[in-house]
């Protein structure tokens, strides 16, 4: 039987990137080996935000905003609660990593980051998401890498899920600096 790897105590992981980085699969693995619950940061997106990325149309700042504090809230009942939990949250810029930590220190970032070409590949081959490829570009735009003093690490994610899953916990266990 597997044991749940040494973490500290009450962690929220926030399994970021962009659309096609693997964030669903990488969270439901590190749910499973952590024995945490998970939560799919795109079911907290209101009905206008996801209808308008169903039609191609980019979200802007204001559209991610509500959803972004929404986010966070789920953090702060999981925080109060003493639980250590998953989402997925695009979490594309550093003000809005910041709002998803701010008060709440328990926060660390898992970025999943495969090249372009892998996130090409990987989106024409899904299907059932509202989130269609064409999008990709303007998510790359927008994407701020981790700095080196956000909690959190980034993995190239284009192994193995199991791979990545491997290469996350790790870099939590050591303490979690942000790395390529």
């Known amino acids: 039987m597997e ?15 962009v659309s096609g980085s693997g964030k669903t699969s990488v969270a439901v693995e590190l749910a499973r ?4 619950n998970y ?8 009905e ?3 209808a308008k990325m169903a039609a191609g149309t980019p979200l802007d700042d204001d559209d991610r905003w509500p959803w972004l504090r929404k986010i966070a809230a789920v953090i702060g009942e999981h ?44 989106l024409a081959k899904r299907t059932g998401h509202y989130m269609p490829p064409s999008l990709l570009g303007s998510q790359l735009a927008t ?19 199991e791979q990545t899953v491997t290469e996350l916990l790790a870099a939590l266990q050591a303490g979690g600096a942000a790395t390529g």
């Not at 701020?144 to 899920?161: H, I, R, T, W």
């Open 79 to 122: 925080e109060r609660a003493g639980t250590s939990f998953l989402v997925t949250c695009s979490a594309l810029k550093r003000s809005y990593r910041d709002v998803l930590r701010d008060g709440h220190p328990s926060v660390w970032f898992a970025h999943v980051n495969p090249s372009e070409a892998v996130l090409t590949d990987r």
């Open 33 to 36: 080996l952590l024995g945490w």
């Open 3 to 17: 044991s749940a790897p040494s973490i500290p105590a009450t962690t929220s992981i926030i399994v970021m990137g």
């Open 143 to 161: 994407l701020e890498p981790l700095a080196a003093d956000e909690p959190g690490a980034a993995v190239p994610g284009e192994a193995s899920v």
């Open 48 to 50: 206008a935000n996801v």
């Open 39 to 46: 939560i799919e940061g795109d079911d907290l997106h209101p």
